[in-house]
């Protein structure tokens, strides 16, 4: 997408946005993708972050709830760009600019995170993740101008984006008890506009770079939890508390981790990316995916706070902590990832049998040891 002159790479000023060849070889994430992907990570992480104090301080429905409505802001502004620049990135300086902009938009969104969840004060929130949208509807007019192919489309996806846009932000002017069923509208329409949008012509998404993509924010999401992790055990260990239960939760968690990544890798994405009509569910379905690995970091401090004897919740609580997530992302994991490649029974009875018994886990005071055990035996069957 570059030229390179006496072995520096040249980035044109403007570049005519075609649209990319859905069959081109070696496509894989752009360092500009990366670079965006470390904002999202720090709001990940601010998320991740209040939800665990929430289920510390004994809040679990409304940190639940606050989380999976930050989260969901988070992952959608993240979808969203992942399957343009899929579609359209062409790498000259007026891209790269208006990805700086979604850039700030998280970083700002990221800041607004402990408001919503200490005060449900949505503002900061609003703020950030309307200049990311902004951005992206920018994006679409220049698709629309320069491609006419996917004219029709573009134009769809920027006149969705901007009315869902205001309808967030009108959203605000609502008294706090319309809030979660607005915001459940909101939910459907920004789900509907890809739909809409892509009715009589479908981007040119690269299935490769794609699959690629949430790969590598799977190991993002769960690179949160063994930070989130770490840090808690290392407070723990300031407080020179008895270090065997944390080394068990280090130790479990670590265990956990590294299988989800197993299993998430264990069978190739892109031989799935087909169609639309497989790509929505499969892209839809990471919500769960993602917000789930993303809440095991929380569960985990959550564990060591009950160590530390500074939260609010007993052993029981701890564990559903980490036994909840887990079991979440396993029959998530099932539903878009696995039963697509038709494993037979056996393997679609190990999963669903693998969520029910992690769920179980917390009512033996040993949840995290055999959370990790259950991953063990899915990753030997898998």
């Not at 949008?197 to 993002?220: C, K, M, N, V």
């Not at 839809?284 to 569960?299: C, Q, W």
């Given at each position: 997408?570059?030229?390179?002159?006496?072995?520096?790479?040249?980035?044109?000023?403007?570049?005519?946005?075609?649209g990319?060849?859905?069959g081109?070889?070696?496509?894989?994430?752009?360092?500009?993708?990366?670079?965006?992907?470390l904002?999202?990570?720090?709001?990940?992480?601010q998320?991740a972050?209040?939800?665990?104090?929430?289920l510390?301080?004994?809040?679990a429905?409304?940190?639940?709830?606050?989380?999976?409505m930050v989260?969901?802001?988070?992952w959608?502004?993240?979808?969203?760009?992942?399957?343009?620049?899929?579609?359209?990135?062409?790498?000259?300086?007026?891209?790269?600019?208006?990805?700086?902009?979604q850039?700030?938009?998280?970083?700002?969104?990221?800041?607004?995170?402990?408001?919503?969840?200490?005060e449900?004060?949505?503002?900061?929130?609003?703020?950030?993740?309307?200049?990311?949208?902004?951005?992206?509807?920018?994006?679409w007019?220049?698709?629309?101008?320069?491609?006419?192919?996917?004219?029709?489309?573009?134009?769809?996806?920027?006149f969705?984006?901007?009315?869902?846009?205001?309808?967030?932000?009108?959203r605000?002017?609502l008294?706090?008890?319309?809030?979660?069923?607005?915001?459940l509208?909101?939910?459907?329409?920004?789900?509907?506009?890809?739909?809409?949008a892509e009715?009589?012509?479908?981007t040119?998404?690269?299935?490769?770079?794609?699959a690629?993509?949430?790969?590598?924010?799977?190991i993002?999401?769960?690179?949160?939890?063994?930070?989130?992790?770490?840090v808690?055990?290392?407070t723990?260990?300031?407080?020179?508390?008895?270090?065997?239960?944390?080394?068990?939760?280090?130790?479990s968690?670590?265990?956990?981790?590294?299988a989800?990544?197993w299993?998430?890798?264990?069978?190739?994405?892109?031989?799935l990316?087909t169609?639309?009509?497989?790509?929505?569910?499969?892209?839809?379905?990471?919500?769960?995916i993602?917000?789930s690995?993303?809440a095991?970091g929380?569960?985990?401090a959550v564990n060591v706070?009950?160590?530390?004897?500074?939260?609010?919740?007993?052993?029981?609580?701890?564990?559903?902590?980490?036994?909840?997530?887990?079991?979440?992302?396993?029959?998530?994991l099932?539903?878009?990832?696995?039963?697509?490649?038709r494993p037979?029974?056996l393997?679609?009875?190990?999963?669903?049998?693998?969520?029910?018994?992690?769920?179980?886990?917390?009512?033996?005071?040993l949840?995290?040891?055999?959370?990790?055990a259950?991953?063990?035996?899915?990753?030997?069957?898998?």
């Amino acid at each position: 997408m570059t030229g390179t002159h006496g072995g520096r790479i040249e980035v044109p000023l403007w570049r005519r946005m075609s649209g990319r060849d859905p069959g081109e070889p070696h496509r894989v994430a752009t360092p500009l993708e990366l670079l965006s992907d470390l904002c999202f990570v720090i709001a990940v992480a601010q998320a991740a972050t209040a939800l665990h104090h929430a289920l510390s301080e004994g809040h679990a429905g409304a940190g639940l709830l606050g989380y999976a409505m930050v989260f969901f802001a988070i992952w959608w502004a993240w979808m969203n760009f992942t399957w343009f620049a899929s579609a359209y990135d062409t790498d000259d300086v007026a891209y790269r600019l208006l990805i700086l902009v979604q850039m700030a938009g998280v970083l700002v969104l990221a800041a607004g995170v402990p408001r919503a969840f200490q005060e449900r004060d949505f503002v900061l929130v609003t703020i950030g993740y309307a200049i990311m949208r902004v951005a992206l509807v920018v994006l679409w007019l220049r698709a629309a101008q320069e491609h006419p192919e996917g004219r029709r489309s573009a134009l769809r996806y920027a006149f969705g984006v901007a009315a869902v846009q205001a309808g967030w932000i009108a959203r605000l002017a609502l008294p706090e008890r319309l809030w979660l069923g607005a915001f459940l509208v909101m939910v459907l329409a920004e789900l509907a506009v890809p739909v809409w949008a892509e009715r009589f012509w479908s981007t040119t998404w690269h299935p490769h770079h794609i699959a690629e993509r949430y790969g590598l924010f799977t190991i993002i999401v769960l690179g949160e939890s063994l930070l989130a992790a770490t840090v808690a055990v290392q407070t723990g260990l300031e407080r020179r508390i008895d270090p065997a239960p944390l080394l068990s939760t280090a130790l479990s968690g670590m265990v956990i981790v590294f299988a989800m990544w197993w299993l998430y890798y264990s069978r190739p994405a892109h031989v799935l990316l087909t169609s639309n009509r497989a790509a929505f569910p499969w892209g839809y379905g990471h919500y769960l995916i993602f917000s789930s690995a993303a809440a095991i970091g929380a569960g985990l401090a959550v564990n060591v706070d009950v160590h530390t004897h500074v939260a609010r919740l007993g052993p029981l609580g701890a564990g559903a902590a980490v036994a909840v997530p887990v079991a979440a992302f396993l029959a998530s994991l099932w539903l878009v990832h696995v039963r697509p490649h038709r494993p037979g029974p056996l393997l679609n009875a190990a999963y669903l049998t693998g969520a029910a018994a992690v769920l179980l886990t917390p009512l033996t005071g040993l949840a995290l040891p055999l959370t990790a055990a259950v991953m063990i035996v899915l990753v030997l069957v898998s």
